[in-house]
């Protein structure tokens, strides 16, 4: 119940930031292989329990390497629970990498050269996510330019944060 209250948000939710904390307790305990592809697939049997047949479940792959694991080690991970959810489940499932805004702007040109490499393993897209107040999204230009170029679908956040009046 402690936990739940910690990463449960109701509608008194002030902001975006105070939204995203819940996110620093759920994935420090996604460090490992075998949790991320465990909740990879509990996503999906949740949803697939709410009839819901496709899928595209967005995550960053760079909140999960604090204990060590790098980014392909992740991805696989992510790759296999979506794999087995297939399988098992009868649906599809798809990943939408994100970049993060308040990171520096060369992760975000990593994670979308790795959404990239993971197309065939099921990555649609790349996005931005993140806290908006003080991140301008123009710094992570480089990463939206590569998506671009390889012509994988592309969401922004935006607005959510900082107002509709943030949108350029």
């Not at 465990?38 to 009839?51: I, T």
């Not at 993971?118 to 908006?132: H, N, T, W």
């Not at 671009?148 to 900082?162: F, I, V």
């Amino acid at each position: 119940e402690t936990i739940r209250k910690m990463i449960a948000v109701g509608n008194d939710c002030k902001s975006l930031e105070e939204y995203l904390k819940a996110f620093e307790i759920t994935t420090s305990v996604l460090q490992e292989p075998t949790a991320i592809t465990r909740v990879m697939y509990e996503v999906c049997e949740d949803a697939r329990s709410d009839g819901v047949l496709h899928l595209e479940v967005r995550f960053s792959p760079i909140l999960h390497t604090n204990l060590g694991l790098n980014l392909s080690q992740v991805m696989d991970a992510v790759v296999e629970g979506r794999e087995l959810a297939e399988r098992r489940l009868g649906m599809t499932v798809r990943v939408i990498v994100c970049g993060m805004r308040q990171m520096d702007a060369t992760v975000s040109t990593t994670l979308a050269e790795v959404a990239w490499r993971y197309r065939p393993s099921g990555v649609v897209g790349f996005d931005l996510a993140g806290p908006e107040q003080g991140y301008n999204p123009s710094t992570h230009r480089k990463a939206f330019s590569i998506v671009r170029q390889k012509c994988l679908n592309t969401t922004l956040h935006s607005g959510e944060g900082a107002g509709w009046e943030s949108i350029e």
